[in-house]
């Protein structure tokens, strides 16, 4: 009897794929295997590519050693926009991290937050001053504060200038009818302060930085803080004091002491958030408006900051009840 071939499995695009985590290795053959964008947790389980997207996986692999020089970049490929990072493991394989990114952030009342954030959140757009997301990577920051930036201009216009690593959503250009968006990639640690400098000549209302690194970009985000631009940034932490400790210590190699001084002052709101079964959690600490001498900002003066988390409890259960935190 004749030998009968299998037939090749149909193929298709990976954009007809949910998912939202690729890995590739690069330098030899490799399963790939992926992550569901369903749900948009990082705790959803991991699996082997289907077959039909094996084709197109190679051409994305191929276009990767072909194109790919940094550690860590945005790209198009196929009318997706990805994060792709590169990673050398220990026993000397070559693979990348393809992240999925919608091509524009989604609105405040779509990130999974409680409903009664996200009106106080829109409310902090009309104030000058530090909005800080943190948490542990992969928790949303960056969706934070770019669906707060769009919403800002959306709704209040002005100027927003962004400094990111890589840029991940398409913010740039005219938001609504007021608002106008400038986007900028930066390629290396030493141009965070650099950028930010410039940045400030723009006179931007307000200011996106993608995540604080440096001493002089956490010295530079709080003189912007204080001179009448709204600020939102990301850090690193495991949790909102973890957060502030981290960008004092930062700040305190270029201006010493005079950075508390600075904090107390420019601080306008700091959230931690992560993921959660039930959807996002956020914990938030708020000060007041032309309020130097409220309690937050005093423990931050002493470096008392430890002592703010009653008052974040605090705040938390007043949104909750009334939907107002002051």
């Not at 998912?19 to 053959?29: K, S, V």
């Not at 051409?59 to 970049?73: E, G, K, M, S, V």
């Not at 050398?88 to 919608?102: F, H, Q, S």
Request: charged share 20%; glycine share 10%.
């Amino acid at each position: 009897m004749p030998h009968i071939a299998a037939k090749p499995a149909p193929q298709m695009p990976l954009r007809s794929l949910d998912f939202m985590d690729i890995y590739l290795r690069l330098d030899a053959d490799a399963m790939p295997h992926y992550r569901s964008g369903q749900g948009g947790t990082m705790n959803l389980p991991d699996a082997d590519l289907p077959e039909i997207y094996f084709d197109d996986t190679a051409r994305l692999a191929n276009y990767l050693r072909d194109h790919f020089t940094t550690d860590d970049a945005g790209m198009e490929y196929d009318g997706m926009r990805m994060r792709v990072t590169r990673l050398d493991t220990a026993k000397g394989e070559v693979w990348a991290a393809i992240r999925r990114l919608p091509r524009v952030p989604p609105v405040l009342e779509k990130l999974g937050l409680i409903p009664q954030l996200p009106p106080v959140l829109e409310e902090l757009g009309r104030r000058s001053g530090l909005i800080l997301v943190c948490g542990a990577s992969g928790q949303g920051k960056s969706t934070t504060v770019s669906s707060l930036l769009s919403r800002y201009l959306e709704t209040y216009g002005g100027v927003g200038f962004t400094l990111e690593d890589p840029v991940e959503y398409d913010i740039d250009g005219r938001i609504g009818t007021n608002g106008y968006c400038y986007q900028t990639e930066i390629h290396g640690e030493p141009e965070w302060g650099l950028m930010l400098k410039r940045a400030l000549r723009w006179h931007p209302r307000y200011i996106l930085v993608g995540e604080i690194r440096t001493p002089d970009a956490a010295n530079q985000v709080l003189r912007a803080a204080t001179s009448g631009h709204t600020v939102l940034a990301t850090m690193h932490a495991g949790s909102m004091e973890e957060a502030l400790e981290g960008l004092l210590q930062l700040a305190e190699q270029e201006v010493g002491d005079r950075a508390a001084l600075l904090l107390a002052a420019g601080l306008s709101c700091v959230i931690y958030q992560t993921f959660t079964p039930s959807g996002v959690f956020a914990h938030f600490m708020m000060t007041e408006a032309d309020n130097p001498g409220s309690p937050i900002r005093a423990m931050i003066r002493d470096k008392r900051i430890g002592q703010t988390r009653t008052i974040a409890d605090q705040q938390m259960a007043k949104l909750i009840q009334n939907g107002r935190v002051f």
